[in-house]
């Protein structure tokens, strides 16, 4: 049971980049799915958090707007595209799953990606 997270990188205020969170030896079918974020010093915050049978998505109002989840059920994929990204979206972000509507926690059985860097920077 493995979330695998990638697409993070290097971009400049005002790009985009579309991040990857692959489940293998599970299905991600009846799973609500979440994208979080955090930068060192402070504490875990929700950005996304989808329902993955019907895509169902709720975001923080920081990213509503620019930020835009979406899935693949054939690849048991969860996808977060982030535009017009601003330098405080730097973090390191995760995907994970039993995330909740109100984006301030997951479930006690969570499953957590291990991490891609997003930096944000001119």
């Known amino acids: 049971v493995q979330l695998q997270a990638s697409g993070g990188g290097l971009v400049q205020p005002g790009g985009s980049l579309k991040l990857s969170c692959v489940a293998s030896g599970f299905n991600l079918e009846h799973l609500y799915m979440g994208w979080f974020r955090q930068v060192p010093g402070k504490e875990l915050e929700g950005d996304a958090c989808?329902?993955?049978?019907?895509?169902?998505?709720y975001y923080t109002d920081s990213v509503k707007g620019r930020f835009t989840a979406s899935r693949d059920k054939a690849k048991n994929t969860l996808y977060l595209q982030m535009n017009s990204l601003k330098p405080e979206d730097t973090a390191v972000y995760y995907c994970a799953t039993e995330c909740i509507e109100s984006l301030d926690g997951v479930g006690s059985h969570a499953v957590w990606g291990q991490g891609t860097q997003v930096t944000v920077s001119s």
């Open positions: 989808t329902r993955f049978t019907d895509g169902t998505t």
